[in-house]
Nanobody
Framework: QMQFVESGGGWVEAGGSLRLSCVVSGSIFSMHAMYWYRQAPGSQRELVAGIVSDDRTNYADSVKGRATISRDNAKNSVNLQMNSLKPEDAGVYYC??????????????WGQGTQVTVSS
């Protein structure tokens, strides 16, 4: 199985910034795409940002202009820089990857999540 180390979550005042990090390890043949999702209490999980192997990115409308996703292919890691945080940005942030493991089939894998709390 894939192993995830997610970090950077925590408490921040509204208007502040956080940088989330996700490092994926395991027997990886090809990392196709990496994503950050989030889920607020009582809400659906939603896509925040994604980045594919050619570094094309996409963002949710709610975070455009405030979030930047980046990746390090050599380290199989993905980061999410979030600025000007709002209370509605709070929730559990999950790292998700589209990956082909060695000697296995392409699939989607999820990290355990990291909590982000934004004060009013």
């Amino acid at each position: 199985q894939m192993q995830f180390v997610e970090s950077g979550g925590g408490w921040v005042e509204a208007g502040g910034s956080l940088r989330l990090s996700c490092v994926v390890s395991g027997s990886i043949f090809s990392m196709h795409a990496m994503y950050w999702y989030r889920q607020a209490p009582g809400s659906q999980r939603e896509l925040v940002a994604g980045i594919v192997s050619d570094d094309r990115t996409n963002y949710a409308d709610s975070v455009k202009g405030r979030a930047t996703i980046s990746r390090d292919n050599a380290k199989n890691s993905v980061n999410l820089q979030m600025n000007s945080l709002k209370p509605e940005d709070a929730g559990v942030y999950y790292c998700n990857v589209d990956v082909t493991p060695r000697n296995s089939y392409r699939g989607s894998y999820w990290g355990q999540g990291t909590q982000v709390t934004v004060s009013s």
